[in-house]
C-alpha cells in the first residue's frame, strides 16, 4: 500500500490531484496536507472527504519540526508538492511570504524527505509541481519553452518557484532523492479561486461588474484544463525516471483580450444577454510590473516518452468551466466571502 501526502490539496489544482488519485488508486493512502490560506478551501472536496483512502491534515510547510514529526508518524512513500503561494500580483506587493512558503517550505519537505527515506530513495519520489513562468517571457513569436531552456525568472512568484526547483535538482543530485519536477501552463477549470483570470471574469460578467484587462491586453498565454494536469502528474508520478523534467502545456496560446472577448461571447449566449452586451464589460487598467509578454510550452517530450496528450479542446473547456461556475454560485460566494474557510479554521484550531 502506498502511502502519498499531497500538499496543497485544498487549492485549485491540488484538489483535482487529490480527487484524481483518491478515485483512481483506492489501493492507495492519500494524506492532503493543506494550510488552508485564503486560496485553500475544503469544499473543493465535499465530494470524496468520506473517502476510506482520504484523509486531511492541517499544516504549514514552513514549520520545519511540524513537517519532521509529519514523516515520522505517517512514513510517507512519496510527496507530490503543489503548496505554495501562487498569484502573481501577490508576489508583487508581498514577495516575503512566497519566499517562506515556496522556497523554505520546499527546502523542509526536502529535508524531511532525506532524513526519513535515507537507505530507501528507490522505494519512494518526491514530485515538485512547478511553472512554465521559470523560464521568464517569450517574444510574440521565438518558440517555445522546452525543458532545457534555461531559468529567467520575473516576478517574485516565478523567482521563488524557480529557486524551488533549483533545491529539488540539488537535492537529487546531491543526496540521491529520487526527485521529479514538471513546470506547466497556464490552468483552468474548476474551483479555481477568482482571483485569477478566468475565474475572474467569469465571476464579474455575472454580476455586472468590470473586466479589468492588464495594460493593452496582449500578453499571451498558453492554457490547459486543469484535469488534463491532474493527469499528466499522474503519469509522470508513476513513469518518469528519477531526476526528470517534463513540461506540460495546451498547445493552446491565446492572447488575454481574445480570450476574454471569447468568454464574454459565452456568457452572453448562456445569461440572455444580448450579443456584445458582456464585452461592453473590459476595463483597461494600468499593467503588471514587469509582466511577461508570452509563456508557450512545448509538451513534444511528455507526449513523446510518456505519450500524455491534452484531451479538450479550449472552446469546449471554457464552455464546461463558464456552467461548472454558474452551477455553483454557492462555492464562488463561499470563497469570495470566506465564511466556510472561518469555520474550517475553527474546527482544526479547537484540536
Ligand atoms: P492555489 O493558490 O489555488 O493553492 C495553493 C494551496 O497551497 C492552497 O490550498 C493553500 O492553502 C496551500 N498552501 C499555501 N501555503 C501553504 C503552506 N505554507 N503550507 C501548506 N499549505 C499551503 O494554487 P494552484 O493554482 O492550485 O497551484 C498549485 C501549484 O501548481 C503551485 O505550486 C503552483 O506554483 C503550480 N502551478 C500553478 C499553475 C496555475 O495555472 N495555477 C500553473 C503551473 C503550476
Ligand atoms: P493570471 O491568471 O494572474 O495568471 P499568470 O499571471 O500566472 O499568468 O493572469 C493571466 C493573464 O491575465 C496575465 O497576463 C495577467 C492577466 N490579467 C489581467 O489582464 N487582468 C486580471 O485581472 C488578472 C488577474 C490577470
Same mark, same amino acid.
Given at each position: 500500500?502506498?502511502?502519498?501526502?499531497?500538499?496543497?490539496?485544498?487549492?485549485?489544482? *491540488?484538489?483535482h490531484?487529490v480527487?484524481?488519485?483518491?478515485?483512481?488508486?483506492?489501493?492507495?493512502?492519500?494524506?492532503?496536507?493543506?494550510?488552508?490560506?485564503?486560496?485553500?478551501? $475544503?469544499?473543493?472536496?465535499?465530494?470524496?472527504?468520506?473517502r476510506?483512502?482520504y484523509?486531511?491534515v492541517?499544516?504549514?510547510?514552513?514549520?520545519?519540526?511540524?513537517?519532521?514529526?509529519?514523516?515520522?508518524?505517517?512514513?510517507?512513500?512519496?510527496?507530490?508538492?503543489?503548496?505554495?503561494?501562487s498569484?502573481?500580483?501577490?508576489?508583487? !506587493?508581498?514577495?516575503?511570504?512566497?519566499?517562506?512558503?515556496?522556497?523554505?517550505?520546499?527546502?523542509?519537505?526536502?529535508?524531511?524527505?532525506?532524513?526519513?527515506?535515507?537507505?530507501?530513495?528507490?522505494?519512494?519520489?518526491?514530485?515538485?509541481?512547478?511553472?512554465?513562468?521559470?523560464?521568464?517571457?517569450?517574444?510574440?513569436?521565438?518558440?517555445?519553452?522546452?525543458e532545457?531552456?534555461?531559468?529567467?525568472p520575473?516576478?517574485?512568484?516565478?523567482?521563488?518557484?524557480?529557486?524551488?526547483?533549483?533545491?529539488?535538482?540539488?537535492?537529487?543530485?546531491?543526496?540521491?532523492?529520487d526527485?521529479?519536477?514538471?513546470?506547466?501552463?497556464?490552468?483552468?477549470?474548476?474551483?479555481?479561486?477568482?482571483?485569477?483570470?478566468?475565474?475572474?471574469?467569469?465571476h464579474?460578467?455575472?454580476?455586472?461588474?468590470?473586466?479589468?484587462?492588464?495594460?493593452?491586453?496582449?500578453n499571451i498565454?498558453?492554457?490547459?484544463?486543469?484535469?488534463?494536469?491532474?493527469?499528466?502528474?499522474?503519469?509522470?508520478?508513476?513513469?518518469?525516471k528519477? *531526476?526528470?523534467?517534463?513540461?506540460?502545456? *495546451?498547445?493552446?496560446?491565446?492572447?488575454?483580450?481574445? $480570450?476574454?472577448?471569447?468568454?464574454?461571447?459565452?456568457?452572453?449566449?448562456?445569461?440572455?444577454?444580448?450579443?456584445?452586451?458582456?464585452?461592453?464589460?473590459?476595463?483597461?487598467?494600468?499593467?503588471?510590473?514587469?509582466?511577461?509578454?508570452?509563456?508557450?510550452?512545448?509538451a !513534444?517530450?511528455l507526449?513523446?516518452e $510518456?505519450?500524455?496528450?491534452?484531451?479538450?479542446?479550449?472552446?469546449e *473547456?471554457?464552455?464546461?468551466?463558464?456552467?461548472?461556475?454558474?452551477?455553483?454560485?454557492?462555492?464562488?460566494n463561499?470563497?469570495? !466571502?470566506?465564511?466556510?474557510?472561518?469555520?474550517?479554521?475553527?474546527?482544526y484550531?479547537?484540536?
Amino acid at each position: 500500500m502506498k502511502k502519498i501526502i499531497i500538499t496543497g490539496g485544498a487549492g485549485f489544482i *491540488g484538489s483535482h490531484v487529490v480527487r484524481r488519485f483518491v478515485n483512481t488508486y483506492p489501493d492507495y493512502q492519500i494524506i492532503n496536507l493543506d494550510k488552508l490560506t485564503y486560496a485553500g478551501n $475544503l469544499m473543493n472536496l465535499k465530494d470524496i472527504e468520506q473517502r476510506p483512502n482520504y484523509r486531511f491534515v492541517k499544516g504549514d510547510i514552513v514549520d520545519a519540526v511540524f513537517i519532521d514529526e509529519l514523516f515520522s508518524t505517517e512514513q510517507p512513500d512519496a510527496v507530490i508538492h503543489l503548496a505554495a503561494e501562487s498569484h502573481v500580483d501577490r508576489s508583487i !506587493s508581498n514577495p516575503t511570504e512566497f519566499v517562506m512558503t515556496n522556497v523554505l517550505g520546499t527546502v523542509n519537505l526536502l529535508n524531511a524527505a532525506r532524513k526519513h527515506w535515507t537507505g530507501r530513495y528507490e522505494q519512494t519520489r518526491f514530485y515538485h509541481v512547478s511553472t512554465d513562468e521559470v523560464y521568464g517571457a517569450l517574444a510574440m513569436d521565438s518558440g517555445m519553452f522546452t525543458e532545457t531552456t534555461a531559468y529567467d525568472p520575473h516576478s517574485p512568484y516565478s523567482a521563488s518557484k524557480a529557486s524551488s526547483d533549483h533545491f529539488v535538482r540539488a537535492y537529487h543530485d546531491t543526496y540521491g532523492i529520487d526527485a521529479v519536477i514538471s513546470n506547466c501552463s497556464n490552468n483552468y477549470g474548476s474551483h479555481h479561486f477568482p482571483e485569477k483570470l478566468i475565474p475572474l471574469a467569469i465571476h464579474n460578467i455575472k454580476n455586472n461588474k468590470s473586466i479589468p484587462v492588464y495594460g493593452k491586453g496582449e500578453n499571451i498565454r498558453d492554457w490547459l484544463w486543469v484535469e488534463d494536469h491532474a493527469r499528466a502528474i499522474d503519469v509522470i508520478f508513476h513513469q518518469a525516471k528519477a *531526476g526528470s523534467t517534463y513540461n506540460i502545456g *495546451g498547445h493552446n496560446e491565446w492572447k488575454n483580450i481574445d $480570450l476574454i472577448h471569447l468568454l464574454c461571447q459565452i456568457m452572453d449566449r448562456k445569461l440572455g444577454r444580448a450579443e456584445g452586451e458582456s464585452a461592453k464589460l473590459i476595463t483597461y487598467v494600468t499593467d503588471r510590473a514587469g509582466h511577461d509578454l508570452r509563456y508557450a510550452i512545448d509538451a !513534444s517530450k511528455l507526449k513523446n516518452e $510518456l505519450g500524455w496528450e491534452p484531451s479538450l479542446q479550449f472552446e469546449e *473547456g471554457l464552455e464546461k468551466t463558464v456552467d461548472w461556475y454558474l452551477n455553483n454560485e454557492e462555492w464562488l460566494n463561499e470563497v469570495t !466571502s470566506g465564511h466556510y474557510q472561518a469555520y474550517y479554521q475553527e474546527q482544526y484550531a479547537k484540536r
